[in-house]
C-alpha cells in the first residue's frame, strides 16, 4: 500500500524560507512523477509543481521561488519555498502523478502559514 | 492559469443520484481525456474516484462514474450513501505550458 507522509510545515514571515518534505513507501519511487498540490484556506486545489526523471514545471506564480526536487535513493520528495508570500498560506499535498497528471495516491498534508 | 468551473454545492437524499458538472474549455477538459475527479474529506488525503474521464481505481465502488461531452466533464454519484459527504474536485490536463487545472470544488451534502 502507498503511503506518504509530508513534513516541514511552519509558521514564517513573508520572505522567508521553508523547505517541505515527502516521504514515500510503497511503491517503487523512482519510476513515478510526483506533484505537489495546496489548498489555501477556504478555497480550492491549486496545482503546484511536478517532477519527472529530470523535468521539472510550475504554477506561474512560485516559479523563481519555489524549487521541487527529489531524492529516490530516500524516496523522498522536497518543496524548497524561497520569499514566502502571505498568498502562499496553504495546506500543502504531495502526489504520485501518472500520465495526464492523474494524482492516485495523496498524503494527508503539510501546513504553511505566512503571516507577520 | 484559471480554475475549471464547478457548482459550489449539491445535494441529495440517501439512494439518490447527484451529478457534479466541470466546465472547462478546449484547452483543457474538452482538449484531452485527461480529466481525473477526487474526494476529499476535511482533514484526509484526497481520494482519486474517476480518471481519463471514465475509468475507476481499483476499490472505488462502481456507485461512482466519469462522463464528458464538449468542455464538460460530469461525475455522477448514485445510491448515495452518508459517507459520500465530501467536497469534489475535477482536475484536468492543459497540456505542457499551462499543465494542470482544478475546479473550485463542490461541496455534496447527504440530506
Known amino acids: 500500500e502507498m503511503q506518504f507522509v509530508e513534513s516541514g510545515g511552519d509558521l514564517v514571515q513573508p520572505g522567508g524560507s521553508l523547505r517541505l518534505s515527502c516521504a514515500a513507501s510503497?511503491?517503487?519511487?523512482?519510476?513515478?512523477?510526483m506533484t505537489w498540490v495546496r489548498q489555501a484556506p477556504g478555497k480550492g486545489l491549486e496545482w503546484v509543481a511536478n517532477?519527472?526523471?529530470?523535468?521539472?514545471f510550475y504554477l506561474d506564480s512560485v516559479k523563481g521561488r519555489f524549487t521541487i526536487s527529489r531524492d529516490n535513493v530516500k524516496n523522498s520528495l522536497y518543496l524548497q519555498m524561497n520569499n514566502l508570500r502571505v498568498e502562499d498560506t496553504a495546506v500543502y499535498y504531495c502526489?504520485?502523478?501518472?500520465?495526464?497528471?492523474?494524482?492516485?495516491?495523496w498524503g494527508k498534508g503539510t501546513t504553511v502559514i505566512v503571516s507577520s | 492559469q484559471s480554475a475549471l468551473t464547478q457548482p459550489p454545492s449539491a445535494s441529495g437524499s440517501p439512494g439518490q443520484a447527484v451529478t457534479i458538472s466541470c466546465t472547462g474549455t478546449?484547452?483543457?477538459?474538452?482538449?484531452?481525456?485527461?480529466v481525473s475527479w477526487y474526494q476529499h474529506h476535511p482533514g484526509k488525503a484526497p481520494k482519486l474516484l474517476i480518471y481519463?474521464?471514465?475509468k475507476r481505481p481499483s476499490g472505488v465502488p462502481d456507485r461512482f462514474s466519469g462522463s464528458k461531452s464538449g468542455n464538460t466533464a460530469s461525475l455522477t454519484v448514485s445510491g448515495l450513501q452518508a459517507e459520500d459527504e465530501a467536497d469534489y474536485y475535477c482536475?484536468?490536463?492543459?497540456?505542457?505550458?499551462?499543465?494542470?487545472?482544478f475546479g473550485g470544488g463542490t461541496k455534496l451534502t447527504v440530506l
Open positions: 517532477i519527472g526523471a529530470s523535468e521539472m
Open positions: 510503497g511503491f517503487t519511487f523512482s519510476n513515478y512523477w
Open positions: 478546449s484547452g483543457d477538459v474538452g482538449g484531452y481525456d485527461y
Open positions: 502526489a504520485r502523478t501518472r500520465p495526464g497528471l492523474t494524482m492516485d495516491g
Open positions: 481519463e474521464v471514465i
Open positions: 482536475a484536468a490536463y492543459a497540456g505542457s505550458n499551462s499543465f494542470l487545472f
